[in-house]
């Protein structure tokens, strides 16, 4: 009864490789989201959904590429990888309605991606 | 912008002292405030959230937090603190809108014997 899982939990991979993570909630959630969390644990806003649409899209670099198939699944593809690429990459998702619950985020439990 | 601000980086607490965790946030209008917990290799937990109404809210584990718009703070607080509360914990500031949360860099919160 897992509400936000992410797989895989870990990615070890070589730099110059396309790699995929992906997201589900089962919150019945309209909002989705990707958080990035650097090596300081610093934690900074990728992308948002909402309703399969892209909201918010904080200046991540353009190899980074998320597809949200329905509205309960937000993957994040990522081309050409780069060492700087490595850190734990959180999705999370919210309820929809007011924003007060639109505030509320419901996180995974990270993948944590190492580019070698 | 929005911002927020952890002021420690690290604490040191004894088990079964009291704790507190300062926050500050920028943001012109009302904040929604939010503080999660990370323990190692886990995923962020929500303790406690604050919209609007009571200043001091409750949250998990026996955690509180009082939201003071003159001093733009958002401190998390406990009683007595256990081993088990040794882990980062992040402040976040959520706006109006389709928004995203703002975090601070975190505080480690470490509990000795």
């Known amino acids: 009864d897992t509400a936000v899982s992410q797989t895989p939990k870990y990615l070890v991979t070589q730099m110059g490789n396309d790699k995929s993570i992906k997201c589900e909630q089962n919150?019945?959630?309209?909002?989705m989201y990707w958080y990035k969390q650097d090596s300081k644990k610093f934690l900074k806003i990728m992308f948002s959904?909402?309703?399969?649409?892209?909201?918010i899209n904080e200046t991540v670099p353009n190899r980074f590429s998320p597809k949200s198939p329905d509205k309960a699944h937000l993957n994040l593809h990522i081309n050409s990888l780069e060492l700087g690429d490595s850190a734990v990459y959180f999705c999370?998702?919210?309820?929809?309605?007011?924003?007060?619950?639109?505030?509320?985020?419901?996180f995974g439990p990270g993948t944590r991606l190492t580019v070698l | 912008a929005q911002s927020v601000t952890q002021p420690d980086i690290h604490i040191t607490v004894s088990e079964g002292a009291s704790l507190e965790l300062r926050c500050n946030y920028s943001?012109?209008?009302?904040?929604?405030l939010f503080w999660y917990v990370q323990s190692p290799g886990q995923g962020l937990q929500l303790l406690l959230k604050?919209?609007?109404?009571?200043?001091l809210v409750q949250g998990i584990k026996g955690f509180e937090a009082e939201f003071k718009r003159s001093q733009s703070s958002f401190n998390l607080r406990k009683p007595s603190v256990h081993w088990s509360d040794a882990a980062e914990y992040f402040c976040?500031?959520?706006?109006?809108?389709?928004?995203?949360?703002?975090f601070g860099k975190g505080t480690m919160l470490l509990v000795s014997p």
């Open positions: 999370a998702s919210s309820h929809p309605g007011d924003e007060r619950r639109n505030n509320e985020q419901f």
């Open positions: 959904y909402n309703n399969k649409e892209l909201i």
């Open positions: 604050y919209f609007s109404g009571d200043t």
């Open positions: 943001y012109g209008a009302t904040p929604y």
């Open positions: 919150l019945g959630h309209d909002t």
């Open positions: 976040a500031v959520g706006t109006t809108g389709y928004s995203t949360l703002t």
